[in-house]
């Protein structure tokens, strides 16, 4: 049976169950082993270092194997490993099927995928392809003459439009050698890979097989919206200083999802893996053509929940503050567009600021922030994607100068910040708030120095917290966000209202709460969280029979108090 016969299954059980709740639903059974327990994504840079070069490695995920089957995951998603000048920390890819020896050998890997699985964890890749890096030798033969075999494989143009890369500056690159522009959706090293040519789509599918003959579990799939680029490069509506996103003018072109159909065909179909991939500007709306019976993924990470701070597209000095109201309804719409099919949670990687800081008023409780967003992740219908840290509830950092930033992405909106007027202090503090190194510091595993992560220097500075805020010591606490996370993902796994239930959202208007509820049969869940530093009125009546199964405080009120999260069920 494959997945959509057993999703229709699962939702034809539901149906049944509504109309003769005297239906026994197991629904945990008719879903696949993606959809049962959450992904654990892992930043291997800063996850943990075993050799003293300040650089985490593959042993140091070896090593860590127990702590993530103990958080009760059942993937891990690996941030690209491949060999790669490491200009975009592995997302400029300089080999498809290598390990780079920053992070360890082709044998460390194999024995990561076998100790994995020997815990009942399957290994998820990163595939790049919408661009690759500009010491790729296909690049390198590319750039050569406009002549050679690979002279095709990239975007090269005469003319450059106003497009302005992502990471900020113009989208084109000159080449002297070819005396043409090529075009780079993130950074100047990042050159754009011309998917309407068969022989780098046939290279790009070679790769991804390469690495499922070696036994991964699936792939999340990078930047995937930008591979179709327009049949004519004309200029887009300029912004005040005179250019326009690339984003603006590439992403989800008609004609995409042809390609992504056929990377199904080639690499997917026939395989017991998922793929997810990550696809800002896909509404939530157009989600049924992606994903599920008529979609080219399992799953797909849409934006519009982390986007409603960025009304004016994603540069961080238009952000403005948001409202719950909009956060709610993207969630709301993504698991509506999702029912008969099937989404990722999530709510940090390693590009978003840590979600206690992001989602929350100034002046929460950290610790409170943490358990109320792990308990909306394992609430909502679908795979809950926790990213290294979240478990143990990791903040935001704040350097002092931009100097101290690594992530190439900060430095290209401080320079924007600061071409458009903004001050040196005004700029940082814009870093300060969206900066992906917020994600990026080390993995804090106890209280030694450098937070165990490295017994050397660490690539960018562990956060100030450590002491308190770490692995070894949550382990120990009872009320640890840890533990609480442990408790959570283990009743997650075994509910089956949770896994297959319907969604419902209560209480849309407010701005101070959100509210929902998971049914299936006559099982049922609700989960209300206070998104504010107050007490908030609770509505009347949850439903018949509600009792407090999970909550971020020890007692219970009829109201919430300040963050307060609670899950009920009958
Ligand atoms: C999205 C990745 O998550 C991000 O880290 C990277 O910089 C860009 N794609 C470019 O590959």
Known sequence: MNRRTFIKGAIALTAAAWANPMIVIDAAENFKWWQKKPVYQIYPKSFLDTDGNGIGDLR?????LDYIKSLGAGAIWLTPIYPSPMVDNGYDISDYTAINPLFGTLDDFDELVAEAKARDIK???????????????????????????????????????????IFGGSAWQWCEERGQYY?????????????????VRRALYDAANFWLDRGVGGFRIDAIVYIKKPAQFVDGTPDADGT??????????????????????????????????????????????????????DMLFEFSHVNVMFPHGEVWHRAELYKLSDFKQALTDSQRATRDSWYPIYFENHDKPRSVNNFFPHGSDKTLAAKAMAIILLTLRGTPFIYQGEELGFA????????????????????MARADGFSDKQALRFVHRF???????????????????????????????????????????????????RRLVSFRNASDVLIGGDYAELCHDSE?????????????????VNFTTHDVKLPDKIFDGAKKLFGNYPDEKNYLRATEAVIYGN
Not at 183 to 199: G, I, V
Not at 274 to 295: I, M, R
Request: proline share 5%; with cysteine.
């Open 435 to 485: 900066s992906r190194d917020n994600a990026r510091t080390p993995m804090q595993w106890n209280t030694s120095p450098n937070a165990g992560f490295t017994s050397g220097k660490p690539w960018l500075p562990v956060h100030e917290d450590f002491k308190t805020c770490n692995a070894a010591v949550e382990d120990k606490n009872a009320d640890s966000v840890l533990n609480f996370y």
């Open 183 to 199: 075009l780079h959706t993130f950074a100047t090293q990042q050159p754009d890979l011309n998917w309407e040519n068969s022989d």
């Open 512 to 528: 101070e709460l959100y509210v929902f509820t998971r049914t299936l049969g006559d099982k049922k869940i609700c989960t209300a």
């Open 60 to 64: 140091g995920v070896i090593d860590k």
């Open 123 to 165: 290994i998820v890749m990163d595939l790049v392809f919408n661009h690759s890096s500009d010491q790729h030798p296909w690049f390198l033969e590319s750039k050569s003459s406009r002549d050679n075999p690979k002279a095709d494989w990239y975007i090269w143009r005469d003319e450059k439009t106003n497009w302005r890369s």
């Open 396 to 415: 935001n950092v704040a350097f002092d100068s931009i100097d101290d930033y690594d992530d190439v992405s900060s430095r290209g909106q401080y320079d």
């Open 244 to 297: 326009c996103s690339v984003h603006n003018m590439t992403a989800a072109l008609p004609g995409i999802l042809d390609f992504l159909h056929e990377f199904k065909r080639e690499v997917c179909d026939g395989r017991d893996i998922f793929t997810v991939g990550e696809a800002n500007s896909v509404k939530p709306e157009d989600l049924p053509q992606w994903v599920g019976s008529h979609g080219v993924f």
